[in-house]
């Protein structure tokens, strides 16, 4: 039998080491949890954050070469707000023309794809501004037609994605041109830059960053004009009924910016003139 004094010693030894491992088992439950609060947000009940890209535009999104892995800025941006959140993700590939009816019909939870917010896409879903992406023009290389401006592409042929905000600006430049512009619409980017690289179109139209990558990519056949068209806000698209999430997606990328890894994550894409301001 231990010594009345020992026992003290061996119980006070015990009650100390079991404090220390429900403490570590504390903290561990606060580093599998995120920093957000979302208890109260219905759409994250089953730990998953589910996220609607159209994964062809890069550096935004795209599938590193050969694999099914995704990448790039949006895809990045993503998978730390989920981490915030303290939930699993996976990324569904949808088309950019049916990602907004897809995330009405619950398809997924948010979309992540380097969506412009419009007034009229804020009629039919609510948006949290992540980023500001101006409008490039990417040309042959040595710039034929001396394009500049929009105004510019008056009377010439434009490669365009279907469902973007480019094709709205190009049919609103349309009212001001004496000599229309040719609207070429395509289901992806990458496929009106490869009429473009093969001479079907004069222009191709997209977001400034994936313009600067299409031409950096062309193996020299093309280049970006350096003038950014009319910069806008990029928003992390919502459900109108989903207030909860919504709020949580806000506080998280706010508690990103705050710790720095916004910041690291654009400078890993070299795409730090996109921050929001």
């Known amino acids: 039998m231990l010594p009345r004094s020992l026992n003290r010693y061996v119980l006070v030894f015990a009650v100390l080491a079991l404090a220390s491992v429900l403490a570590f088992a504390a903290c561990d439950d606060d580093d599998d949890g995120g920093g957000t609060d979302v208890s109260g947000v219905p759409e994250l009940e089953d730990g998953v954050l589910t996220v609607g890209s159209d994964i062809a535009y890069a550096p935004f999104e795209f599938y590193q070469e050969g694999t099914e892995i995704e990448d790039g800025l949006d895809i990045d941006l993503a998978i730390a707000i989920a981490a915030e959140l303290?939930?699993?993700?996976?990324?569904?590939?949808?088309?950019?023309?049916?990602?907004?009816?897809?995330?009405?019909?619950?398809?997924?939870?948010?979309?992540?794809?380097?969506?412009?917010?419009?007034?009229?896409?804020?009629?039919?879903?609510?948006?949290?501004?992540?980023?500001?992406?101006?409008?490039?023009?990417?040309?042959?290389?040595?710039?034929?037609?001396?394009?500049?401006?929009l105004d510019d592409l008056c009377g010439l042929s434009v490669a365009v994605q279907t469902g973007t905000i480019q094709v709205d600006m190009l049919e609103a430049q349309n009212d001001s041109c004496d000599d229309p512009i040719d609207i070429v619409v395509f289901d992806t980017n990458p496929l009106a830059v490869a009429d473009l690289r093969t001479g079907g179109t004069d222009a191709n139209f997209s977001d400034f960053p994936v313009s600067a990558e299409d031409a950096a990519q062309s193996e020299g056949d093309l280049e970006v004009v350096e003038t950014q068209i009319a910069p806008e806000a990029y928003g992390i698209g919502v459900r109108k009924e989903s207030t909860e999430l919504k709020d949580a997606i806000a506080d998280a990328i706010q508690a990103i910016r705050d710790s720095g890894e916004y910041d690291d994550i654009l400078a890993d894409w070299d795409l730090e003139a996109v921050a929001l301001q």
């Open 86 to 149: 303290g939930v699993e993700i996976e990324f569904l590939n949808t088309g950019f023309d049916g990602i907004i009816p897809a995330l009405q019909t619950e398809d997924f939870d948010i979309l992540v794809s380097a969506m412009t917010i419009t007034d009229e896409r804020s009629e039919v879903i609510d948006f949290v501004p992540y980023i500001t992406v101006g409008t490039g023009i990417v040309v042959p290389t040595g710039n034929p037609n001396d394009i500049q401006t």
